[in-house]
């Protein structure tokens, strides 16, 4: 049986210069009370963070958050997945992964951390606007996004598809290549290269701007 002191003061360890100092107690408390190993990862480009149940070899739930997020991000992330943690304990049935059980779960974790853990005013704003309807990720919710990267390390130097001129080339966090065609409010209208399929994307998603080497004989 693993020694609760113990596990606290680990926590306490990874924790403390990870997320805003006023919820690491907050935090610690939400994860004594569960079998669960934390696990902070290099970054990665498709997500930020996961939750894992029990399985073959993995007696303990796990969960899982980029070690590049800054304070309020990686807070977000994490209670995200502790929000996924409360509903496997307490559901012993299939829901959806992001169904009214997850929302409801999520939007009583982050209650506390609106009104309690003195977060910035936009920061604590845009949490309280999600909180009705929490989404499944904080990338997918423009208003939060915008927040939690103005305390990014690099802010200054973040490009997202709002920046980019109609004509130019980029890449999103996903890996997925576009060239942006029209502007549409909030929106952009992009094309995939290689596939040459449409999409929507959202002004306020990350780009790397590309530049790309026509192959000879090709057009267009």
């Given at each position: 049986m693993v020694d609760e002191a113990w596990r606290r003061r680990e926590l306490t360890r990874m924790?403390?210069?990870?997320?805003p100092e006023a919820s690491v107690g907050y935090v610690i408390e939400l994860l004594v009370c569960h079998p669960v190993d934390l696990v902070i990862s290099p970054p990665r480009r498709t997500r930020l963070g996961y939750y894992r149940s029990p399985g073959r070899g993995r007696p303990w739930h796990q969960i899982s958050v980029n070690e590049d997020l800054n304070p309020y991000a990686f807070l977000i992330t994490l209670l995200h997945e502790i929000a996924h943690l409360q509903v496997a304990r307490t559901?012993?049935?299939r829901v959806a992964p992001h169904g009214l059980e997850w929302?409801?779960?999520f939007g009583q974790l982050l209650k506390p951390v609106v009104r309690e853990h003195n977060l910035p005013d936009d920061v604590a704003a845009a949490i309280a606007g999600m909180m009705?309807?929490?989404r499944a990720s904080s990338c997918a919710d423009p208003t939060l996004l915008t927040a939690l990267s103005r305390y990014d390390d690099n802010a200054d130097a973040v490009v997202r598809v709002d920046d980019l001129p109609e004509g130019s080339t980029f890449r999103l966090a996903s890996g997925r290549v576009f060239r942006h065609k029209q502007r549409l409010r909030t929106w952009h209208l992009c094309e995939e290269v290689?596939?040459?399929r449409r999409f929507r994307v959202r002004g306020s998603c990350r780009a790397e701007p590309v530049c790309l080497t026509k192959q000879a004989g090709r057009s267009g």
């Open positions: 924790l403390a210069e990870r997320i559901i012993r049935r929302k409801a779960s009705q309807n929490p290689g596939t040459r």
